[in-house]
């Protein structure tokens, strides 16, 4: 197993939780995933939202997963499918784990640990 650094981006209102759906956050925070699964902030990015009440930006949706690019993964409180598709193709993975940020990203780190003893 590697002991790489990774991101993750977290779509949230107040950097406290994560609640946001992918489409209609304004917000990334962006935690730094260190060899020790340790995880800190260590920046905030701004995004046009993709969904406009019920209609989403397909161009919109590419510029903010480009924004993104750098992140492996997407952590929300939930993702459409055509988005978690794009994200995919980018190489960014997408999981819906709302709740505090720190307990969310807890459980992804978990999970990406388990994932990749079966890779």
């Not at 935690?31 to 902030?41: A, G, H, I, K, T």
């Not at 903010?64 to 690019?69: G, P």
């Not at 307990?103 to 994932?115: A, G």
Request: aromatic fraction near 10%; charged fraction near 30%.
């Amino acid at each position: 197993m590697d002991n790489e650094v990774y991101y993750i981006a977290v779509a949230s209102s107040d950097g406290i939780v994560v609640n946001n759906h992918f489409g209609r956050a304004k917000t990334f925070y962006i935690f730094e995933v260190n060899q020790q699964d340790e995880f800190r902030c260590v920046e905030k990015r701004e995004v046009e939202p993709v969904c406009n009440r019920r209609d989403h930006d397909d161009d919109r949706l590419r510029e903010n997963l480009l924004k993104l690019k750098d992140c492996k993964y997407l952590l929300v409180s939930k993702i459409g499918f055509e988005a978690a598709q794009v994200a995919e193709s980018l190489g960014i993975g997408s999981y819906e784990i709302p709740g505090v940020i720190t307990d969310s990203m807890n459980h992804l780190i978990k999970y990406i640990k388990i994932e990749k003893l079966f890779a």
